[in-house]
């Protein structure tokens, strides 16, 4: 019957099919039992944990629910206008402001307030570059891990750290703060039903460390750890090299399932190339509040909420999310990102600056939707390549950022929403020098002694300064990356127009994001328009301009800078710290790496269905509870 031969035929396409998974899992096991996962560990023996239980006066450390330290902040904190009051107000002062933060932000008082079946339609400006935690490295790749990974360390809205009850029962210190001990939670799955367990967090340490994978946000955190030892399923401690003031910091580090991973990194150490990595990429294994059910590049990452993180053996162990599902747009233009607020398409979005007092204070604006600033501790700059023979030398960096006309900026493109920058910390973090430096300003009289002094003169009558560079006559001429957006593009003009004033010609170079942080990782540029945001400790700039860093895309290299970094890790005292620091700033405002232009403040929408959101150095987003308190209302 012909029935039959099709019968016959799927079952052998079966057959073959399940023999080829086989096959697969046959190499993988062996690459497996031959990669040499240890490659990076520090040679180091720990104790027996009887005899580590013994020999340490264990100091217990707070541990607690990042939702509840949240409802205990709000019970002191409690609303100065009610919601009704909240979503008729128009945000036209300081006094609106705070009211709408505080009349919006609050916690449900029933389950009955909840729309569980929601969606939140979150809004992101570009595309993930990959949702393997170890690659994050952008601040959408971070909300990614924020959604489907786990942490043994919380951090607030005042980047002040507690261990999350959520996903630990307990943590405890040494008295010189070099060995942490947690005992895991034993309720925590990955989504392919394999339990998570302290093996997980030992092997992940073992891939940050390993020489031949390159991971280059991540890597450096765990630099002055030993080693992370799984005692057993639900016993982790971590060895830490010294007393330092970060190793709270250290402890925090997003985790892969061993039984996943090992195979397949031992196949790709690069987790980039195989088959394997590839439809993780579409479909990877998590542990967090969401799982990753559908993903279209440039266009949206589709999460579902995770039963089986919140529900253990049919009863509720953990606060539920409140949404059934979080759809991430990608949305690269703010002007659309806007537009598609107001028809509510999407939930959320980052209002730009001029359009704060226009596009979004008009009535279509309100009829859907409010609005909430905040202080965020984001710089935006022009990373300057030093390895570059344009601008390997600190007086044409420094020139270059006395010839922009910040005002300009400042004033007519960003609408006085903004503050100038000039260096990596925030005026308002512990760790800004004081007294703070000076900004610079406009002055192209400075800039043009500068690059004479520096041997960059217009000998061809051209109106572009040139030097002569092995033997070859170099034009001052250079290409400016940049991801488009409408305000990029105008600040990209400003700058254009206010370098071309001292001889210096700048191309404008739009791409797309994920390319541009390749050619930057790669320090395949001259001059690059970004943004970083703000660390928990301002340690983590290190990876950013110490020298030979993952992150330090411009290749700037001072012994002086390097060395108050390795200061600031030995000294306890903030206070001591935060002058440790202030000299970082104040250097790197005189080698000018960076032209720092404008720190962001947070302006932020949100449709007036969702209530629970709290502003943050960080956002709205990346802290704890973070996404996870925002929900919606019936």
């Given at each position: 019957?012909?029935?039959?031969?099709?019968?016959?035929?799927?079952?052998?396409?079966?057959?073959?099919?399940?023999?080829?998974?086989?096959?697969?899992?046959?190499?993988?096991?062996?690459?497996?039992?031959?990669?040499?996962?240890?490659?990076?560990?520090?040679?180091?023996?720990?104790?027996?944990?009887?005899?580590?239980?013994?020999?340490?006066?264990?100091?217990?450390?707070?541990?607690?629910?990042?939702?509840?330290?949240?409802?205990?902040?709000?019970?002191?904190?409690?609303?100065?206008?009610?919601?009704?009051t909240a979503l008729d107000l128009r945000n036209d002062s300081d006094e609106a402001n705070e009211q709408i933060k505080s009349g919006l932000g609050i916690q449900p008082s029933s389950p009955d307030e909840v729309n569980?079946?929601?969606?939140?339609?979150?809004?992101?400006?570009?595309?993930?570059?990959?949702?393997?935690?170890?690659?994050?490295?952008?601040?959408?790749?971070?909300?990614?891990?924020?959604?489907?990974?786990?942490?043994?360390?919380?951090?607030?809205?005042?980047?002040?750290?507690?261990?999350?009850?959520?996903?630990?029962?307990?943590?405890?210190?040494?008295?010189?703060?070099?060995?942490?001990?947690?005992?895991?939670?034993?309720?925590?799955?990955?989504?392919?039903?394999?339990?998570?367990?302290?093996?997980?967090?030992?092997?992940?340490?073992?891939?940050?460390?390993?020489?031949?994978?390159?991971?280059?946000?991540?890597?450096?955190?765990?630099?002055?750890?030993?080693?992370?030892?799984?005692?057993?399923?639900?016993?982790?401690?971590?060895?830490?090299?010294?007393?330092?003031?970060?190793?709270?910091?250290?402890?925090?580090?997003?985790?892969?399932?061993?039984?996943?991973?090992?195979?397949?990194?031992?196949?790709?150490?690069?987790?980039?190339?195989?088959?394997?990595?590839?439809?993780?990429?579409?479909?990877?294994?998590?542990?967090?509040?969401?799982?990753?059910?559908?993903?279209?590049?440039?266009?949206?990452?589709?999460?579902?909420?995770?039963?089986?993180?919140?529900?253990?053996?049919?009863?509720?162990?953990?606060?539920?999310?409140?949404?059934?599902?979080?759809?991430?747009?990608?949305?690269?233009?703010?002007?659309?990102?806007?537009?598609?607020?107001?028809?509510?398409?999407?939930?959320?979005?980052?209002?730009?600056?001029?359009?704060?007092?226009?596009?979004?204070?008009?009535?279509?604006?309100?009829?859907?939707?409010?609005?909430?600033?905040?202080?965020?501790?984001t710089e935006f700059h022009i990373v300057w390549n030093c390895k570059s023979p344009l601008f390997e030398d600190a007086k044409v960096r420094r020139a270059m950022s006395h010839a922009v006309d910040y005002r300009e900026?400042?004033?007519?493109?960003?609408?006085?929403?903004?503050?100038?920058?000039?260096?990596?910390?925030?005026?308002?973090?512990?760790?800004?020098?004081?007294?703070?430096?000076?900004?610079?300003?406009?002055?192209?009289?400075?800039?043009?002694?500068?690059?004479?002094?520096?041997?960059?003169?217009?000998?061809?009558?051209?109106?572009?300064?040139?030097?002569?560079?092995?033997?070859?006559?170099?034009?001052?001429?250079?290409?400016?990356?940049?991801?488009?957006?409408?305000?990029?593009?105008?600040?990209?003009?400003?700058?254009?127009?206010?370098?071309?004033?001292?001889?210096?010609?700048?191309?404008?170079?739009?791409?797309?994001?994920?390319?541009?942080?390749?050619?930057?990782?790669?320090?395949?540029?001259?001059?690059?328009?970004?943004?970083?945001?703000?660390?928990?400790?301002?340690?983590?700039?290190?990876?950013?301009?110490?020298?030979?860093?993952?992150?330090?895309?411009?290749?700037?290299?001072?012994?002086?800078?390097?060395?108050?970094?390795?200061?600031?890790?030995?000294?306890?005292?903030?206070?001591?710290?935060?002058?440790?620091?202030?000299?970082?700033?104040?250097?790197?405002?005189?080698?000018?790496?960076?032209?720092?232009?404008?720190?962001?403040?947070?302006?932020?929408?949100?449709?007036?269905?969702?209530?629970?959101?709290?502003?943050?150095?960080?956002?709205?987003?990346?802290?704890?509870?973070?996404?996870?308190?925002?929900?919606?209302?019936?």
């Amino acid at each position: 019957m012909p029935w039959a031969r099709f019968l016959t035929l799927g079952l052998l396409v079966v057959l073959v099919t399940s023999q080829l998974a086989c096959t697969r899992d046959r190499k993988a096991e062996k690459a497996a039992a031959e990669f040499d996962f240890s490659a990076g560990l520090k040679p180091f023996t720990p104790p027996s944990l009887e005899q580590l239980n013994e020999a340490t006066a264990w100091e217990d450390q707070e541990v607690m629910s990042p939702l509840d330290r949240l409802n205990a902040y709000l019970a002191e904190n409690p609303p100065q206008v009610d919601v009704e009051t909240a979503l008729d107000l128009r945000n036209d002062s300081d006094e609106a402001n705070e009211q709408i933060k505080s009349g919006l932000g609050i916690q449900p008082s029933s389950p009955d307030e909840v729309n569980w079946d929601a969606t939140f339609n979150h809004h992101i400006g570009a595309e993930v570059k990959s949702v393997n935690p170890l690659f994050m490295s952008s601040v959408y790749e971070f909300e990614v891990v924020g959604l489907t990974n786990i942490s043994l360390i919380a951090s607030d809205w005042d980047q002040i750290p507690f261990g999350d009850a959520d996903h630990i029962k307990s943590w405890q210190t040494s008295p010189d703060n070099k060995i942490h001990k947690f005992i895991l939670r034993d309720d925590l799955k990955w989504t392919d039903g394999t339990p998570v367990t302290a093996h997980d967090f030992a092997f992940t340490f073992k891939i940050l460390r390993h020489p031949d994978i390159i991971l280059p946000a991540l890597s450096s955190g765990t630099e002055m750890i030993d080693l992370v030892h799984a005692y057993d399923d639900h016993t982790l401690v971590i060895f830490h090299s010294e007393p330092l003031a970060i190793n709270v910091w250290q402890n925090v580090f997003p985790i892969i399932p061993r039984h996943v991973f090992e195979p397949s990194i031992a196949e790709d150490p690069s987790m980039v190339d195989s088959d394997r990595h590839l439809e993780m990429e579409q479909q990877p294994v998590t542990c967090g509040p969401y799982r990753l059910v559908r993903r279209e590049r440039d266009k949206e990452l589709i999460f579902e909420r995770n039963d089986d993180y919140y529900q253990h053996n049919g009863k509720e162990v953990r606060n539920k999310p409140y949404f059934k599902t979080i759809r991430m747009e990608v949305i690269n233009d703010s002007n659309n990102a806007l537009l598609a607020l107001k028809s509510g398409k999407i939930d959320d979005t980052t209002i730009a600056a001029d359009k704060w007092a226009t596009d979004a204070a008009a009535d279509d604006f309100y009829d859907r939707n409010t609005k909430v600033s905040a202080t965020a501790y984001t710089e935006f700059h022009i990373v300057w390549n030093c390895k570059s023979p344009l601008f390997e030398d600190a007086k044409v960096r420094r020139a270059m950022s006395h010839a922009v006309d910040y005002r300009e900026i400042l004033d007519k493109i960003l609408a006085g929403m903004n503050k100038q920058a000039n260096g990596p910390f925030h005026p308002e973090a512990w760790a800004h020098p004081n007294p703070p430096v000076e900004n610079y300003n406009l002055d192209l009289d400075k800039a043009n002694q500068l690059l004479d002094e520096a041997g960059w003169k217009d000998t061809t009558g051209s109106g572009i300064r040139n030097k002569e560079i092995d033997g070859k006559n170099v034009p001052l001429e250079f290409s400016f990356l940049m991801v488009p957006s409408p305000n990029s593009e105008r600040v990209a003009r400003v700058l254009q127009s206010s370098f071309a004033k001292v001889g210096a010609k700048m191309d404008i170079r739009p791409i797309e994001f994920t390319v541009m942080q390749q050619r930057t990782s790669d320090h395949n540029f001259d001059a690059a328009f970004g943004g970083w945001g703000s660390g928990t400790d301002p340690y983590s700039t290190k990876n950013i301009f110490g020298t030979d860093e993952n992150r330090n895309y411009g290749q700037y290299s001072n012994p002086e800078v390097d060395k108050l970094f390795e200061e600031g890790l030995y000294e306890l005292d903030q206070d001591e710290r935060a002058k440790i620091y202030g000299k970082v700033h104040t250097i790197l405002h005189e080698d000018q790496p960076y032209t720092w232009l404008f720190y962001r403040t947070d302006l932020q929408a949100f449709n007036k269905e969702l209530r629970g959101y709290k502003m943050s150095p960080s956002g709205p987003f990346i802290y704890n509870p973070g996404t996870h308190s925002i929900w919606r209302a019936k």
